[in-house]
């Protein structure tokens, strides 16, 4: 019963120590973001002005 206790503690001693030495590596990059606006304010209010004669 001591040798197999013993033989789970080593095991996750082990686990423990190998896990330690892993690492992972991220990249993040940043990429420009093109954002195309059409603004057509003027033609919108003379449309409206047109179309809500009183």
Not at 5 to 34: D, F, M, N, W, Y
Not at 41 to 52: A, T
């Amino acid at each position: 019963m001591k040798r197999a206790r013993r033989a789970v503690v080593a095991g996750v001693l082990l686990a423990l120590t190998a896990g330690g030495c892993l690492s992972v590596k991220t990249q993040h990059e940043i990429k420009p973001i093109h954002i195309t606006m059409d603004v057509n304010l003027k033609v919108q209010k003379e449309l409206e002005d047109f179309l809500n004669l009183d």
